[in-house]
């Protein structure tokens, strides 16, 4: 199937969309099944700006709870073998739902962070932010150095908006690819999974890697079924080796 599909030159533009599949591997729970339930929340309802309302401490404990199980995990293969590619693809770009930063910590360079990081704090009421990598955090709700308000993680909630400039450039990116490998998403997110769409409307060769089946598949040129640490480096040794 590779052979109908052509083979990536290194002068192509490649982009990466991954979702909480790439890190599973590298025991971050993705958002599916009960392993990604805590104290019996599911994420989609304390990721939202109702839920730190009604309780930000409940929804600052799950944070802190995110930043310390991810301290104690390594990129894996996937990451990795996504570092090697970004050294040999003249344009290559990495478009992460992911809030793990485990892409940045593995050594990829170009890492757009679609719904934001949680190693980034921002102010619920001047608009500053920063990154705060501390481990663990100190006791109770960060407070806005600057105005003393009360912080809250800078990651995009469920029924906010993406940041303008953020959503700009991945439309942007999925507009120019000729390539666009999607790697370890349920593609059940929008509006970031609309960006395949948009890269297959300019004619990019989509290639899904995931452990089964999304939406996506059926618009997918190729689909590699499979751990992503272990389907992705083994599709770029075939790759690189020819
Ligand atoms: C917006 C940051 C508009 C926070 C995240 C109805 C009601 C309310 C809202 C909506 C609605 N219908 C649609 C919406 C919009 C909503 C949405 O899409 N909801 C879904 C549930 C239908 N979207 C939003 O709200 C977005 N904003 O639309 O704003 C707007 C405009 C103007 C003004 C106001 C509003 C914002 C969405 C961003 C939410 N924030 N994260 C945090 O994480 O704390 S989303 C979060 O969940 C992740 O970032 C990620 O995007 C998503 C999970 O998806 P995946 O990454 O795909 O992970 P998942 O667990 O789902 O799947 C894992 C996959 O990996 C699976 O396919 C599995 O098979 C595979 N896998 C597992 N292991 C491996 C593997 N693959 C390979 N190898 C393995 N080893
Ligand atoms: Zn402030």
Sequence with gaps: MQNELGTPEYTQSMVVLTGAGISAESGVPTYRGTEGLWRNHCPQDLATPGAFSRDPDLVWDFYKWRRELVTSCEPNLAHLTLVEMEKQFENFFIITQNVDGLHQRAGSKNVLELHGSLWKIKCTQCGDRWQDFQIPLPAGNPICPSCGSLARPDVVWFGEPLERDILEQAHALSASADWMLVVGTSASIQPANILPLIAREV?????????????LSAEASLTLKGPA??????????????
């Design 203 to 215: 004619g990019a060769r989509i290639i899904e890697i995931n452990l089964e089946p999304t939406p």
């Design 229 to 242: 640490g272990e389907v992705l480096p083994s599709w770029w040794d075939r790759i690189r080796h020819g």
